[in-house]
């Protein structure tokens, strides 16, 4: 079914730069609405960004004109260029499926009834 892989974390300095990508495979890319989310240490999963199938984007207060989400259907892929970072952007970083991704199975197709999650990637920013 669904896996989602993420990849581009690492450790940065404050106003510094990095873009995650999320590797996406077993079900029809352009099917779903797909997002980032982040987990900060000790603190709950918050939504990051989405993008939905029709293009539009969506993103929290915390990261608005400092990141953009976006796609490359052709390969599969979904990304978050993140620039200005602050050390408040320190967190694992997950790329989500939305439920209704259609997939193939048995023949026949199919829609997930639940979102789909990456293993994560972490950044750290310091200062």
């Known amino acids: 079914q669904v896996q989602l892989v993420e990849s581009g974390g690492g450790s940065v300095q404050a106003g510094g730069s990095l873009k995650l990508s999320c590797a996406a495979s077993?079900?029809?890319?352009?099917?779903?609405?797909m997002g980032w989310y982040r987990q900060a240490p000790g603190k709950e999963r918050e939504l990051v960004s989405t993008i939905r199938t029709d293009g539009t984007t969506t993103y929290a207060d915390s990261v608005k004109g400092r990141f953009t989400i976006s796609q490359d259907h052709g390969k599969n892929t979904l990304y978050l260029q993140m620039s200005s970072l602050i050390t408040e952007d320190t967190a694992v970083y997950y790329c989500?499926?939305?439920?209704?991704?259609?997939?193939?199975?048995?023949?026949?197709?199919?829609?997930?009834?639940?979102?789909?999650w990456g293993q994560g990637t972490r950044v750290t920013v310091s200062s």
């Open positions: 989500a499926a939305d439920v209704g991704c259609i997939y193939s199975s048995g023949g026949d197709y199919r829609r997930t009834t639940s979102k789909s």
């Open positions: 077993g079900y029809i890319f352009s099917s779903c609405g």
